[in-house]
């Protein structure tokens, strides 16, 4: 099937910068896009989503940005602190699931 | 109050071993899931269950059987274990399979085949 993938697999930041995390995406049906945080350990957790409808989204020092035209995603990440140090997916829905992409590793340092 | 909570969250077993794994989930979401996390961290989406119902079986071998005694549990169980199928496995549920919402997950049980 269609997947979901992401240009970079890891991302090193200092804290305080502020964090940009790409994807792309292959199906152009997909309606719903999520991104997704995953610590060591623990499940993956709900960050911010959005609809196709809109091409922007703001969160709590997260906004995602999409792009339709060109079938792309974006996270950003203002003030990156070390907490937010995880694994970021993102995820598109163009039918019954959820497809995940490979996941970027975004490390902070302090 | 574990939304979405997984046993166990460690499995060690030799191959050929017959093993399950438990979901539950008190949020009362429609739809519940099963996804493998590889060692490359890729999620792959193998099956979904809404309201006790499968409708989704991806291209997971039949030693794979999910069971659904209700919408609110969506068990795991794997016959002939290999080496191949060590992995996280996540469990995961929605409102319902129709609207758009983000899905919850639960910790996640790592499977080692030994």
């Known amino acids: 099937g269609e997947s979901v993938g992401l240009h970079l697999p890891t991302l090193s930041v200092q804290e305080g910068d502020n964090s940009i995390i790409n994807c792309a995406y292959s199906?152009?049906?997909?309606?719903?896009f999520i991104w997704y945080k995953q610590e060591s350990g623990k499940g993956p957790q709900f960050i911010i989503d959005i609809r196709s409808n809109m091409d922007k989204r703001q969160g709590q020092r997260v906004t995602v940005l999409l792009n339709k035209t060109v079938k792309h995603l974006s996270l950003q990440i203002a003030a990156t602190q070390p907490g937010d140090s995880a694994v970021y997916f993102c995820?598109?829905?163009?039918?019954?699931?959820?497809?995940f992409g490979k996941g970027t590793t975004l490390s902070v340092s302090s | 109050d574990t939304a979405v909570s997984q046993t166990p969250k460690y499995l060690v077993t030799q191959m050929g071993n017959d093993k399950s794994i438990k979901c539950e989930q008190n949020l009362g979401h429609d739809t519940m899931y099963w996804y493998k996390q590889d060692s490359k961290k890729f999620l792959k989406i193998m099956f979904s269950y809404n309201n006790k119902e499968l409708i989704i079986n991806e291209t997971v071998p039949n030693r794979f059987s999910p069971k659904s005694p209700d919408k609110a549990h969506l068990n795991l169980h794997i016959n002939s274990l290999e080496l191949g199928d060590s992995a996280v496995y996540f469990c995961a549920s929605s409102q319902d399979v129709r609207t758009d919402y983000g899905y919850t997950f639960g910790s996640g049980t790592r499977l080692t085949v030994v």
């Open positions: 199906n152009s049906a997909s309606d719903y």
């Open positions: 995820a598109e829905k163009g039918g019954t699931a959820l497809i």
